[in-house]
């Protein structure tokens, strides 16, 4: 009987919990802003890629879209091992993210071009912030 017992609470608790413990859905949201004047930029383009070849560098584009007129951005997909990036375009636009280590506050900070999602986390909010590229326009005079 005592076995018994023991199954059942080992089927409740695997079935119970399957949808917290085995859906690896993860939504990745966010918007994107100018730098500068802290406005949202529409219509730039964010990637969700992941590395599916780590050592080579490879990387495969699971998603694409472009922001709404709010600057917003959402993807819902599953997790799987690679890690995950996020990447920002626009033309007239760069994105830099600079990290730097908390925890080992000598080392030098890592410049990238991407977002790397955290891993395994459910629902991540993000905010892309682009800086307007400038132009420099240069006269030469010949005298």
Not at 100 to 122: C, G, H, M
């Amino acid at each position: 009987m005592k076995k018994l017992g023991t199954i059942l609470v080992a089927a409740i608790l695997l079935f119970g919990c399957e949808d917290s413990v085995l859906d690896l859905t993860t939504e990745a949201t966010g918007t994107v802003i100018d730098h500068v004047s802290k406005q949202p930029i529409a219509g730039a383009t964010v990637t969700l890629s992941e590395n599916d070849d780590v050592l080579l560098g490879g990387a495969r584009i699971i998603a694409e879209q472009q922001t709404d007129a709010n600057g917003k951005f959402a993807f819902k997909f599953e997790w799987k091992e690679s890690p995950y990036k996020l990447r920002v375009t626009k033309q007239d636009y760069t994105f830099v993210h600079i990290e730097r280590n908390e925890r080992f506050e000598n080392l030098p900070a890592v410049v990238t071009d991407y977002r790397i999602l955290e891993s395994l986390k459910k629902k991540q909010d993000f905010v892309l912030d682009m800086e307007p590229v400038g132009s420099l326009i240069v006269n030469i005079h010949n005298t």
